[in-house]
């Protein structure tokens, strides 16, 4: 089983967190909340907002292709990087991770 490295973020996970054994076959937006990082969702992991967004520091040839519509919602991501993938898309396979939560999204008004 794979394990993600998420870098600290000042709201989520300030002081970053490794998580050991991640269950291949799991989108990356489900591991996160299922260990306590509660990474924005606005859309309930539909694949129609774009406040899950993470860039993907190591492992991003690993996981699933993104579909033409995460790529059309990614154009409208904060802060857009080349390794930028919707968290609530990207499944995990079998190699380890490094994540990183941008430091803003689109979701102005969060719900907690």
Known sequence: MPKITVLPHAE???EGKVIENAASGSTV???LLE???DID???????AC?????????GF???TEPTELEEDLLDQ???LEADSRLSCQAVVADADL???????????AREH
Do not use: M
Request: hydrophobic share 35%; aromatic share 8%; proline share 5%.
């Open 41 to 47: 969702h606005a859309c309930e992991k539909s694949c």
């Open 35 to 37: 260990n306590d990082i």
């Open 12 to 14: 989520f996970c300030p």
């Open 98 to 108: 490094v994540v990183e939560i941008p430091k803003y999204t689109i979701n102005h």
């Open 77 to 79: 991501a904060w802060g």
């Open 61 to 63: 040839d690993s996981l």
């Open 50 to 58: 774009t406040t899950c967004h993470v860039i993907i520091r190591q």
């Open 29 to 31: 937006c489900d591991v």
